[in-house]
């Protein structure tokens, strides 16, 4: 009986170069659609190329400090999930239908008056605690459900 080998083929540095040239195209591919969106009748192509040669190393050398720093402190990972809950909450909450909703409860005591055609917005203590509720939200149900895959412990 002779070894049998697994079929799926191990990761190395050809498979790692691929992804990374697949995602290079990706993402060149996307710059120009979108700077062929934004061109003018004129047919400035080449600030469109320009565009592409100064942003994509830009955007690559970005997401490899990124991916450095999370893997050097996974907690940056926990505190950009803070972060996006905090933000949430504090639209959630500056909402229209919510602002209207609270200023006819509340009559008016936590939403700010907004000048002509601005939206109002909720302020004071209201405000503070639905951020800090959209932050421990994102954070508790993240955790959570990295403890189910067996991400992280205790």
């Not at 120009?32 to 934004?38: G, K, L, Y």
């Not at 893997?71 to 239908?97: E, H, S, Y």
């Not at 936590?110 to 055609?117: F, H, I, L, R, S």
């Amino acid at each position: 009986m002779g070894s049998q080998k697994s079929s799926k083929p191990e990761k190395g540095k050809g498979e790692s170069r691929l992804s990374l040239l697949q995602g290079l195209f990706v993402l060149a591919i996307l710059g120009i659609a979108a700077a062929a969106n934004n061109t003018h009748a004129d047919h400035q192509i080449y600030y469109v190329i320009f565009g592409l040669v100064v942003s994509v190393p830009i955007i690559m050398w970005g997401s490899t400090l990124v991916l450095r720093l999370i893997d050097r402190f996974p907690v940056v990972v926990m505190l950009g999930a803070g972060l996006l809950g905090w933000i949430a909450g504090g639209m959630l909450i500056n909402d229209p239908v919510v602002v209207g909703q609270l200023a006819h409860v509340a009559n008016g005591a936590w939403v700010e008056p907004a000048p002509t055609g601005s939206p109002a917005s909720v302020v004071g203590p209201v405000k503070l605690v639905s951020e800090i509720v959209g932050a421990l939200l994102v954070v508790l149900i993240g955790r959570s459900m990295a403890k189910k895959k067996g991400i992280v412990k205790g």
